[in-house]
């Protein structure tokens, strides 16, 4: 209960500070920048990297060597623990 009494006090608030905001806003626009060139650019950039990431990457790919083989284990190499002279106490 005192969690929707904390909510509707903290959108009461808000509301109020809403309305002020709004009020004072009407004088305090930003104004809208006239050289706009730079947007154009930075796209023309931005897809230029994507095209070159997308040919670089496949090569690169082609390119590296191998992957080595993974390292056998002590046990990997086809008969069982026994079988070394250790016995069964429990290695």
């Known amino acids: 209960m005192k969690?929707?009494?904390?909510?509707?006090?903290?959108l009461a608030m808000?509301?109020?500070a809403?309305?002020?905001h709004v009020a004072g806003a009407e004088t305090a626009l930003p104004a809208v920048p006239?050289?706009?060139?730079?947007a154009g650019v930075m796209v023309r950039i931005i897809i230029g990297l994507f095209i070159a990431a997308?040919?670089?990457?496949?090569?690169?790919?082609?390119l590296m060597p191998p992957a080595p083989e993974p390292v056998q284990s002590h046990d990997d190499h086809g008969h069982?623990?026994?079988?070394?002279?250790?016995?069964g106490h429990g290695h």
């Open 3 to 10: 969690y929707w009494i904390t909510t509707g006090l903290v």
């Open 14 to 16: 808000s509301g109020v």
């Open 18 to 20: 809403m309305a002020e």
């Open 34 to 38: 006239v050289d706009t060139i730079w």
């Open 54 to 62: 997308a040919a670089i990457g496949p090569l690169v790919a082609i």
């Open 80 to 87: 069982g623990h026994d079988d070394h002279g250790h016995g």
